[in-house]
């Protein structure tokens, strides 16, 4: 896993992040859009997948952002709520 790093003040690294087909996918492009324009030099891996795929993903280390529907133990996760 890659981290962020400062560096001279510019923030840079890569966030992988996995999704579903989920109408929160727009809020997620938007949300990266805006966080682009702030941190040019941050990259990001976009993995596809189903609820159980992202999960298993994130379980193991290889995602750091996973956009899963519920049912879904979220108790040992930082999470928010989508608002779609």
């Known amino acids: 896993r890659q981290d962020l790093r400062h560096k001279d003040e510019e923030l840079t690294g890569k966030i992988a992040i996995g999704s579903g087909e989920f109408q929160s996918t727009r ?8 966080f ?9 891996e976009i993995y596809s997948g189903d609820a159980d795929n992202i999960h298993d993903y994130v379980e193991r280390g290889l995602l750091d952002i996973g956009l ?5 133990d979220i108790r040992k996760y930082d999470f928010i709520s989508m608002p779609v």
Do not use: C, G
Not at 37 to 43: A, L
Not at 68 to 72: L, W
């Open 68 to 72: 899963m529907a519920e049912p879904i």
């Open 36 to 44: 682009s324009e702030k941190h040019p030099n941050v990259q990001y």
């Open 27 to 34: 809020f997620l492009s938007q949300m990266i859009a805006s």
